[in-house]
């Protein structure tokens, strides 16, 4: 089973080629309400952060899993009635698309209630999974690669790499309520 899940995330990022930006875990559910809403946003790289791409080198975009699970609101939490609160963190993922370390970008006087938040953000994100991030040397012409019943011919040597991303979660409530919802506004 395992082996059948590689060749499904295999042709998946190979379908995923062209793709600019990795796909957001996916919201909290409705029916985790009581748990509170989660949101996330990417908040991207600048290019001294990115891998360079060339005539010779092409990059297949990582991508999450779509059972990547949100962080749960901290049930303590909700009797505070704290307002909305956004937690960035910096999720590293190793070669083989397993979070390997989640990172804190907010200062660390941040206050007890926000480390609580980034706690939970730690231990949801440690459970992620991504396809790889490959990195194709298209100077070796076409290269197949074959898995199980699956054949993928990219256009050069695959190698994987390890990658960070960077989110901003969005934790809200209203009266101690959880509330569902997204915003629309930059998160940085």
Request: hydrophobic share 40%; proline share 7%.
């Amino acid at each position: 089973m395992k082996r059948k899940g590689f060749v499904v995330v295999l042709l998946c990022a190979a379908a995923a080629a062209c793709a600019s930006a990795p796909s957001r875990p996916p919201v909290a559910a409705a029916s985790r309400g009581v748990h509170g809403s989660v949101d996330v946003q990417d908040m991207g790289a600048d290019d001294t952060q990115r891998y360079a791409a060339s005539a010779t080198v092409k990059y297949v975009q990582a991508l999450g899993y779509p059972e990547n699970a949100m962080p749960d609101y901290p049930r303590d939490l909700l009797a505070l009635r704290l307002p909305e609160t956004r937690v960035r963190a910096r999720v590293i993922v190793d070669a083989d698309g397993h979070v390997a370390e989640v990172v804190a970008l907010d200062g660390a006087g941040a206050g007890a209630e926000h480390a609580r938040f980034f706690d939970a953000i730690r231990k949801a994100c440690l459970g992620w999974r991504y396809s790889p991030l490959l990195r194709l040397d298209l100077s070796t012409g076409p290269f197949t690669v074959r898995e199980e019943q699956a054949t993928v011919t990219y256009e050069g040597r695959p190698t994987a790499l390890p990658f960070h991303l960077d989110y901003a979660f969005r934790f809200t409530q209203r009266d101690g309520v959880p509330e569902v919802g997204t915003s629309d506004a930059p998160l940085r």
